[in-house]
Nanobody, 116 residues
Framework: QVQLVESGGGLVQPGGSLRLSCVVS????????IGWYRQTPGSEREMVAY???????DYGDSVKGRFTISLDNAKNTVFLQMNNLKPEDTAVYYC??????????WGQGTQVTVAS
C-alpha cells in the first residue's frame, strides 16, 4: 500500500522560501507520475508541479520560474522548492503519487501560509 507523508509547510513572509518534502513508502518501481497540487477553501485542487515518467516535468503557470520539483530516488522523496512566495500561494499542498494513468493516492496535505 502506497503511503505519502508530506512535511515542510509553515508560515513565511512574502518573498521568502520553503521546501516541501514528500516521503513515499510501500511502492514497487517508479511512479507513473509524482507531483504536488494545492487547494484553497472553496476552490478546485490545482496542479502545481509534477514529474511524469521519471523525467518530464511541468509546472502550473502561476509558479513557473519560482518553484522547482525534484526527485531523490535513493530517499524515495519528492521535493518542492518554493521561492519568491506570494500571498496567493497560500494553500494546503498535497503530494500525489500515481501508479498508472488511472490509479493514484494523495498525501494528507501540508499548510503553506504566506503573510507578513
Amino acid at each position: 500500500q502506497v503511503q505519502l507523508v508530506e512535511s515542510g509547510g509553515g508560515l513565511v513572509q512574502p518573498g521568502g522560501s520553503l521546501r516541501l518534502s514528500c516521503v513515499v513508502s510501500g511502492t514497487r518501481g517508479s511512479p507513473y507520475l509524482i507531483g504536488w497540487y494545492r487547494q484553497t477553501p472553496g476552490s478546485e485542487r490545482e496542479m502545481v508541479a509534477y514529474i511524469l515518467g521519471g523525467s518530464k516535468t511541468d509546472y502550473g503557470d502561476s509558479v513557473k520560474g519560482r518553484f522547482t520539483i525534484s526527485l531523490d530516488n535513493a530517499k524515495n522523496t519528492v521535493f518542492l522548492q518554493m521561492n519568491n512566495l506570494k500571498p496567493e500561494d497560500t494553500a494546503v499542498y498535497y503530494c500525489r503519487y500515481k501508479i498508472s494513468s488511472i490509479y493514484g493516492v494523495w498525501g494528507q496535505g501540508t499548510q503553506v501560509t504566506v503573510a507578513s
